[in-house]
């Protein structure tokens, strides 16, 4: 068990819908990330927060955004919904900003399908 | 485009085998992590390396950083129906504090 967890485990919607992805990182971890699996692409980076605030953002779309809330766990909210979208969205967290190699700890994610 | 390629994308070996996988690159990473995924699950880090020219052993596994710090190896030797998963590697560059650069990953099976 790697302390991080992401509800829910399955989501099925329509295209054009909006969804939210909840995750809580592990006990102490101030950085929560969120990557989009998917098996053409494989893990790709969206966004990280570190203690609250936008760290760094990768290949997320504008229909995409993200925020860390004040007890520090994350969601991740996707718009305007694409059968394309249809992915495993992983949340991962660790002790600190990053840079250094720190081990991210992933939960098991949030399996999305558009229908 | 990735910036990690991993080698083979497939492997399937009897149980006793040796194997090696490969993740290559033309950048320069500050550190290089290895994951094990299993189906359903999230990626579990196996190790980190660091410095150049690094090799670390996890029991039967052998991990090595090249020395320009572009490539990676993991070797596992006499391999079990245990060590079933997708393997990925992933390269951090300090330019871009925790973002992870992820290769495709290896696919292992290993039938006993």
């Known amino acids: 068990d790697s302390g991080v967890t992401q509800t829910p485990k399955h989501l099925i919607t329509a295209t054009g819908q909006r969804v939210t992805l909840r995750c809580s990182p592990r006990s102490g971890d101030l950085s929560v990330y969120w990557y989009q699996q998917s098996l053409d692409q494989g893990l790709q980076f969206l966004i990280q927060?570190?203690?609250?605030?936008?760290?760094a953002k990768g290949n997320i779309l504008e229909r995409f955004s993200a925020q860390q809330f004040p007890d520090l766990h994350s969601e991740l909210n996707l718009s305007s919904l694409e059968l394309g979208d249809s992915a495993l969205y992983f949340c991962a967290s660790s002790v600190d900003s990053g840079g250094t190699g720190s081990p991210l700890h992933f939960g098991n994610g949030t399996r999305l399908t558009v229908t | 485009t990735q910036l990690l390629e991993q080698s083979p994308q497939f492997l399937s070996i009897q149980e006793g085998e040796n194997l090696t996988v490969y993740c290559n690159s033309s950048?320069?990473?500050?550190?290089l992590q290895w994951y094990r995924q299993e189906p359903g699950e999230g990626p579990v880090l196996l190790v980190t390396v660091v410095t150049g020219g690094e090799v670390k052993k996890l029991k039967r596994l052998t991990f090595q950083f090249g020395d320009a710090r572009k490539d990676s190896s993991l070797h596992i030797t006499a391999a079990q129906p245990g060590d079933t998963g997708l393997y990925l590697c992933?390269?951090?560059?300090?330019?871009?504090?925790?973002?992870?650069?992820f290769g495709r990953g290896t696919q292992l099976t290993v039938w006993p």
């Open positions: 992933a390269g951090a560059k300090g330019s871009t504090l925790g973002r992870l650069y």
């Open positions: 927060y570190y203690n609250g605030e936008e760290r």
């Open positions: 950048s320069v990473f500050s550190s």
